[in-house]
């Protein structure tokens, strides 16, 4: 349930400066809604998977903390990130 080395190249040249930019907080973002994506598909088959559960929570709270560190520091960069990736605007 991770995502492929070739997706994670991928997203790192879509959303990094060059494809060896894989600390950039754009790109753990991209990845880690990657890996959240695949992780809810999981959980839809598997209700009762709580060692799951509690690993898709922690990497909903990492991105979230990713998001409000960019929305802090560019808030244009953000709108455009959340816009680009498909979710909700939900950091204060």
Do not use: C
């Not at 598997?46 to 903390?65: A, N, Q």
Request: charged letters at 35%.
């Amino acid at each position: 349930m991770t995502v492929s080395k070739e997706r994670k190249t991928e997203l790192t040249a879509e959303f990094g400066k060059n494809a060896q930019d894989t600390g950039n907080p754009k790109v753990q973002v991209a990845i880690a809604t990657e890996r959240i994506r695949e992780l809810t598909e999981h959980m839809k088959t598997h209700p009762k998977d709580f060692h799951t559960r509690r690993g898709l929570l922690m990497i909903v709270g990492r991105r979230r903390r990713l998001l409000s560190y960019i929305k802090k520091n560019d808030i244009v960069e953000y709108r455009e990130l959340i816009a680009k990736l498909g979710i909700r605007d939900n950091i204060q």
